[in-house]
């Protein structure tokens, strides 16, 4: 059986990536799950994740939290924004159906944006949390 964090990453790829309107707004498909060496702004790069048990008496199950890091060298949030709401609204349409698990539920907790004035960047942040329970065998 595939990790519960692994299979709901491997979802999540798969919807950003397939988003023709995240695509072009960030110039092509720069999804990252690492910061990226020379590639041109803005991407998308998923962060941090953690896995906590989220399991019953009588189900197991996982709660995964993840986080969405959008990265701009616009001289105005708008771009950053602009990706979150995408990035966001391609989410809540529903994610590709995992392989091992079923995605019981995924709700964006927070989002911010703020300037890395050190290097001239808008960064965006969303954390994400997800329940998942494996598929009945």
């Known amino acids: 059986m595939k990790d519960p964090t ?11 990536q397939a988003d023709v309107d995240l695509s072009e707004a960030l110039g092509g498909p720069k999804i990252f799950d690492r910061l990226p060496e020379q590639v041109a702004y803005p991407y998308v790069v998923i962060g941090r994740t953690s896995t906590a048990d989220w399991s019953t008496a009588t189900e197991e199950g996982a709660a995964i939290t993840f986080f969405i890091h959008c990265w701009s060298q616009s001289a105005k949030r708008g771009e950053v924004a602009a990706l979150q709401q995408l990035i966001h609204a391609t989410i809540d349409a ?10 019981i539920q995924i709700r964006r907790q927070i989002s911010e944006i703020q300037r890395d004035y050190g290097r001239g960047l808008v960064h965006g942040l969303m954390r994400y949390r997800a329940i998942v329970e494996p598929k009945p065998a």
């Open 6 to 16: 692994d299979d709901l990453l491997t979802s999540l790829f798969a919807a950003l």
């Open 94 to 103: 529903g994610l590709p159906d995992l392989q091992d698990h079923e995605l």
